[in-house]
């Protein structure tokens, strides 16, 4: 007689109806998140990056007078010659920071620097490239010239009154820029989350201790050190957890005492030593937990008290995709950023991909130009989740909707080049 064994989804299976899309999971991340509303007051210095929680309205015009943009010499423009040659008497010299102090009148003209301000009598600059320098102070110049060139007009760049950063937008250097040539020294800004992260498995070890059979080293505390510290945000590392659902529940709630973000990796599937969803389902609420990606398909999603808590999977590579995806979309909403994803570019794949429909596959891949300034891709090598050295040589994400059924060489893919994974 045959054995019918029957068996539920696993990981390697291409379709869970348990599971959600991608889609699904971001809409419900996101929608489910509210900014923090607490701010702080920094030197601008210390305001890179982080969310504006003020409107900031100019004081003053930018430039605050008229100046030149060439080193050359300023001239009134009824002394340009319509054609011809003209020839003016330069009766002094306007530097920047020091204003020339006296009238200039039609056919003469003052030797100017550039920022230096406009002199009065003058509304035009004609470059030094442009002029023949004659003996006794005296130059030549042709025809061809219109009156205003060269000249940057007070307010040009901002004007007295105008807002020059609203009120929710991410400082970055030119804000920072414009902030201190409006004299403004400090910024209210809203306050970093806080983000609290730890391992699960009672099979790893700390780097500075030597492994014993079937022990393996952290990886992943690094990797998410690493992620996390290229955002602004504030760290606390909890270290190793064992697999205990009393230790996990104590992590746990200490962590969402200060966290507003709580992450773990491992111990999140269904084998015998996977608490964190039923731990999680004891002190707090679960949002979903499977999620059709490949790799990291079991994510558990869900809150503790005031703390977001999201459950990564243990595999290196898994933990890696799911955080560039999901967990970036969760700080930023949490910070107060607009929202945002990494563009896709079209890529001509230079070999087979293979893949099962029914979970959307990011393949870690090497982007590179054609001869036609074409993109083209090629995997890593392997791609198990396991493979973390396939991240560390990609410079990019090869994307897989759910419903693709493989790809042939030669054929256009999505790609999505790395910024700061």
Same mark, same amino acid.
């Given at each position: 007689?045959?054995?019918?064994?029957?068996? $539920?989804?696993?990981?390697?299976?291409?379709?869970?109806?348990?599971?959600?899309?991608?889609?699904?999971?971001?809409?419900?991340? #996101?929608?489910?998140?509210?900014?923090?509303?607490?701010?702080?007051?920094?030197?601008?210095?210390?305001?890179?990056?982080?969310?504006?929680?003020?409107?900031?309205?100019?004081?003053?015009?930018?430039?605050?007078?008229?100046?030149?943009?060439?080193?050359?010499?300023?001239?009134?423009?009824?002394?340009?010659?319509?054609?011809?040659?003209?020839?003016?008497?330069?009766?002094?010299?306007?530097?920047?920071?020091?204003?020339?102090?006296?009238?200039?009148?039609?056919?003469?003209?003052?030797?100017?620097?550039?920022?230096?301000?406009?002199?009065?009598?003058?509304?035009?600059?004609?470059?030094?490239?442009?002029?023949?320098?004659?003996?006794?102070?005296?130059?030549?110049?042709?025809?061809?010239?219109?009156?205003?060139?060269?000249?940057?007009?007070?307010?040009?760049?901002?004007?007295?009154?105008?807002?020059?950063?609203?009120?929710?937008?991410?400082?970055?250097?030119?804000?920072?820029?414009?902030?201190?040539?409006?004299?403004?020294?400090?910024?209210?800004?809203?306050?970093?989350?806080?983000?609290?992260?730890?391992?699960?498995?009672?099979?790893?070890?700390?780097?500075?201790?030597?492994?014993?059979?079937?022990? &393996?080293?952290?990886?992943?505390?690094?990797?998410?050190?690493?992620?996390?510290?290229?955002?602004?945000?504030? &760290?606390?590392?909890?270290?190793?957890?064992?697999?205990?659902?009393?230790?996990?529940?104590?992590?746990?709630?200490?962590?969402?005492?200060?966290?507003?973000?709580?992450? #773990?990796?491992?111990?999140?599937?269904?084998?015998?030593?996977?608490?964190?969803?039923?731990?999680?389902?004891?002190?707090?609420?679960?949002?979903?937990?499977?999620?059709?990606?490949?790799?990291?398909?079991?994510?558990?999603?869900?809150?503790?008290?005031?703390?977001?808590?999201?459950?990564?999977?243990?595999?290196?590579?898994?933990?890696?995709?799911?955080?560039?995806?999901?967990?970036?979309?969760?700080?930023?909403?949490?910070?107060?950023?607009?929202?945002?994803?990494?563009?896709?570019?079209?890529?001509?794949?230079?070999?087979?991909?293979?893949?099962?429909?029914?979970?959307?596959?990011? @393949?870690?891949?090497?982007?590179?130009?054609?001869?036609?300034?074409?993109?083209?891709?090629?995997? $890593?090598?392997?791609?198990?989740?396991? &493979?973390?050295?396939?991240?560390?040589?990609?410079?990019?994400?090869?994307?897989?909707?759910?419903?693709?059924?493989?790809?042939?060489?030669?054929? @256009?893919?999505?790609?999505?080049?790395?910024?700061?994974?």
């Amino acid at each position: 007689m045959k054995t019918i064994v029957n068996t $539920t989804p696993g990981c390697a299976d291409p379709w869970d109806v348990d599971s959600i899309s991608v889609d699904q999971a971001l809409s419900q991340i #996101t929608d489910s998140i509210s900014a923090l509303q607490d701010c702080e007051e920094l030197p601008i210095r210390d305001c890179l990056g982080r969310i504006s929680s003020e409107s900031v309205i100019s004081p003053i015009n930018v430039p605050g007078h008229a100046n030149s943009a060439m080193d050359g010499f300023a001239v009134p423009a009824q002394s340009l010659p319509e054609d011809g040659v003209a020839e003016l008497t330069e009766i002094g010299t306007a530097y920047a920071g020091k204003i020339f102090d006296g009238l200039c009148q039609q056919g003469e003209c003052v030797r100017i620097m550039t920022g230096a301000v406009i002199p009065e009598g003058t509304d035009t600059v004609i470059m030094q490239e442009q002029v023949d320098q004659l003996e006794n102070k005296t130059i030549r110049i042709g025809a061809g010239h219109r009156a205003g060139e060269n000249v940057r007009y007070a307010g040009e760049d901002i004007t007295e009154g105008e807002t020059v950063l609203a009120n929710g937008s991410k400082i970055n250097p030119a804000d920072l820029g414009i902030l201190a040539s409006l004299g403004i020294g400090s910024l209210k800004v809203l306050r970093k989350p806080v983000i609290a992260f730890f391992s699960t498995g009672d099979e790893l070890v700390s780097i500075d201790k030597p492994l014993q059979k079937g022990e &393996i080293y952290d990886s992943n505390r690094y990797t998410l050190h690493g992620m996390l510290s290229q955002l602004p945000v504030d &760290i606390v590392d909890l270290g190793v957890i064992e697999d205990d659902p009393d230790a996990i529940r104590t992590a746990l709630l200490k962590a969402s005492q200060t966290a507003d973000l709580i992450i #773990t990796t491992g111990g999140v599937s269904v084998g015998e030593a996977d608490y964190i969803k039923p731990v999680l389902e004891d002190i707090g609420e679960i949002e979903f937990w499977k999620i059709a990606i490949k790799p990291g398909r079991p994510l558990t999603y869900g809150s503790i008290g005031n703390s977001i808590f999201m459950g990564l999977p243990g595999n290196p590579v898994a933990v890696m995709v799911t955080f560039s995806l999901f967990v970036r979309a969760a700080i930023r909403k949490l910070s107060g950023a607009p929202a945002w994803q990494a563009p896709l570019v079209k890529a001509r794949a230079m070999q087979d991909l293979r893949k099962k429909a029914g979970r959307h596959e990011f @393949l870690r891949g090497i982007a590179s130009t054609d001869a036609n300034n074409g993109w083209q891709v090629e995997k $890593t090598g392997m791609q198990g989740s396991g &493979i973390l050295t396939s991240m560390s040589r990609a410079n990019c994400f090869i994307v897989l909707p759910a419903e693709n059924n493989g790809v042939k060489q030669g054929e @256009l893919v999505d790609v999505q080049l790395f910024d700061h994974i």
